[in-house]
């Protein structure tokens, strides 16, 4: 099938197929592609205020933030980055990101990262 539609995926992202929560950080995959040579998964994340969360990426990532405010800690060289609403960011393969947000966020992310990534391989959340 050549287009694929996830009518309100904003608001309903927690009804996806692929859905995870850890301590406040909740993300939920939307899409992936169907190339194995090429992974690409679109999907929701949302983060409460309180967890601190630490991710490594294992493929490049851009997101959106589309609701509240989020800080980003680019582990390589503690540079703070506080995102609002509207904000893109581009994350590279490798890098050690550290997420917070002092109220609530929601994002719509685009990830490289291979499918089967075990998600204990990915975040740390403390």
């Known amino acids: 099938m050549p287009v694929t539609v996830h009518k309100d995926a904003v608001n309903n992202a927690v009804h996806s197929q692929y859905h995870e929560s850890l301590e406040g950080a909740t993300w939920s995959e939307l899409f992936k592609s169907n190339d194995p040579d090429h992974p690409l998964t679109a999907g929701i994340a949302i983060m409460e205020k309180g967890p601190v969360v630490t991710w490594t990426y294992h493929g490049n990532e851009f997101c959106i933030l589309l609701e509240g405010e989020l800080h980003l800690k680019d582990n390589h060289d503690d540079q703070l980055h506080e995102l609002a609403v509207g904000d893109v960011v ?35 959340v403390h």
């Open 90 to 124: 581009r994350v590279d393969k490798g890098s050690v990101i550290t997420f917070s947000t002092p109220s609530r966020s929601k994002a719509l992310f685009v990830s490289q990262y291979p499918h089967d990534t075990p998600v204990e391989n990915l975040l740390k």
